[in-house]
């Protein structure tokens, strides 16, 4: 995926869930770890989001691409974000994944609240 898809993608998803009511903390946290696209509040809760592009479904389309490698460097990320910021450690937190398909994104963003856990 191209570094303006990417963008895009998030953008996309950062306006989707702004107007589903959470708000912005950070977004393409990086660290030695991997990189969170965006970590949100969703009232009292702290999420940490994946957004993942697909122009097309083959190979399980944009949910498959986070398989259980992704999901260790995620949850290392946010390991990682809750030492820099522990006043957030103290909120309840989940990791959620907004997908977005079609060639150009025009598909409605798909939002898998708790897709996985840290046991993953």
């Known amino acids: ?6 963008r895009s993608a998030e953008d996309a998803a950062l306006r989707f869930l702004q107007s ?7 977004r393409n946290y990086r660290c030695r770890l991997g990189e969170l696209d965006l970590v949100m509040h969703d009232g009292a809760s702290l999420v940490f989001i994946e957004v993942r592009a697909r122009g097309n479904s083959a190979f399980g389309g944009a949910a498959a691409s986070i398989g259980p490698a992704k999901q260790r460097r995620l949850v290392a990320a946010a390991r990682h974000f809750l030492m820099t910021h522990p006043r957030e450690a103290q909120r309840p937190a989940r990791f959620d994944a907004v997908l977005i398909s079609g060639p150009d994104g025009e598909d409605h963003p798909h939002w ?6 840290c046991a993953s």
């Open 1 to 6: 995926m191209s570094l303006a898809r990417g």
């Open 20 to 26: 589903r009511g959470l708000s912005l903390l950070a």
């Open 112 to 117: 898998i609240r708790a897709a996985f856990d």
